[in-house]
């Protein structure tokens, strides 16, 4: 009750860079100073873009000109058959549970 506070101490302000760091580094982040290039995810997106119509126009000109190797005949007619089967043991199952063997 009878002590009185202290006074508070005087600011000092710092002193002011002399070689022009801070206009330089503020420029820098809002990007005035040069053109900065795409973000690096928009420059990855548009490259698997490009690759992705690359492959598509690939697989357009193979399928037109009827260009068929021969192992992709095989694998072709072995994964329809692999499903064919799949979708046979699943139906059987069904049968199974239905008729509550």
Do not use: K, M
Request: charged share 15%; no cysteine; aromatic share 10%.
């Amino acid at each position: 009750p009878g002590i009185t506070p202290a006074p508070a101490p005087e600011a000092v302000a710092a002193p002011a860079a002399a070689d022009g760091s801070v206009a330089t580094a503020a420029a820098r982040r809002t990007g005035s100073t040069e053109a900065d290039g795409a973000p690096f995810p928009l420059v990855l997106l548009a490259v698997l873009a490009i690759l992705a119509a690359l492959a598509a126009l690939v697989w357009t000109i193979v399928r037109f000109f009827g260009i068929d190797p021969p192992w992709l005949v095989s694998s072709r007619h072995a994964t329809a058959e692999a499903g064919w089967r799949t979708s046979a043991s699943w139906a059987e199952f069904g049968d199974w549970l239905r008729f509550g063997r």
